[in-house]
């Protein structure tokens, strides 16, 4: 029930396309949905983040989708660009308790130039 | 603020030898968490603690491995023995307040041979 669910494990995309990656959770409890950017020789940071009392958060090029239901959020990112080239992480907790914050297995996406 | 920050980058050491991993958190942050980045198993949580205080540490993988923070300002984390399966990053990270969003530093990258 604690595990997060990341899909896929790897994607390419041409430049200016569209990337999408999606999560799964089990824990209806989890109350915050953060996403998290790593660069090669760097630690993960974080990118953008939802409660699920909403359905979508958009930053800038990217976005989170988010559907209570299905129990799942999908990071949407709009006109890729060859900088975004990075692993992507998934994760969830609730923000109230003392509970470890579950990340997803990670999504290496590249970018065509 | 210079962000969290780790040392050594690289630690190269021979099977049986200790290993001490350190950790400055960011100065305000309560929560200090070490991770372990592997390929195969992704980001795992290794000891967390709360004002100095370890809260759980339940994902450290044996008594080999031992985490302290004897002040608000830094951290360790010892193996010792070490072992070649222990080859992977560490990260710490440190947060505000629960729920809020972690920042990583760059990351240990031990290798044990």
């Known amino acids: 029930q604690q595990q997060v669910k990341q899909s896929p494990q790897s994607l390419i995309v041409q430049k200016g396309g569209i990337s999408i990656i999606n999560c799964a959770y089990e824990?209806?409890?989890?109350?915050?949905f953060p996403w998290y950017q790593q660069f090669p020789g760097k630690g993960p940071a974080l990118l953008i983040a939802?409660?699920?009392?909403?359905s979508e958060k958009k930053e800038g090029r990217f976005t989170i989708s988010f559907n209570k239901s299905a129990k799942q959020f999908s990071l949407h990112i709009m006109d890729s660009q060859p900088g975004d080239s990075a692993t992507y992480f998934c994760?969830?907790?609730?923000?109230?308790?003392?509970?470890?914050?579950?990340f997803g297995k990670g999504t290496r996406l590249h970018i065509l130039p | 603020d210079a962000g969290v920050i780790q040392s050594p980058r690289h630690e190269v050491t021979e099977m049986g030898q200790e290993v001490t991993l350190r950790c400055k958190p960011i100065?305000?942050?309560?929560?200090l968490f070490w991770y372990r980045q592997t390929m195969m198993r992704g980001l795992e949580l290794l000891i967390y603690?709360?004002?100095?205080?370890?809260i759980d540490d339940s994902g450290m993988p044996e008594d080999r491995f031992s985490a302290k923070m004897p002040n608000a300002s830094f951290s360790t984390l010892k193996i010792q023995p070490s072992e070649p399966r222990d080859s992977a990053v560490y990260f710490c990270?440190?947060?505000?307040?629960w729920g809020s969003g972690y920042t990583f530093g760059s990351g240990t990258r031990l290798t044990v041979v």
């Open positions: 100065s305000g942050h309560d929560y």
């Open positions: 824990n209806t409890a989890f109350d915050y």
């Open positions: 603690f709360n004002n100095n205080v370890p």
């Open positions: 939802i409660r699920p009392d909403v």
């Open positions: 990270a440190s947060s505000l307040a």
């Open positions: 994760a969830a907790s609730r923000m109230n308790r003392d509970d470890k914050i579950i």
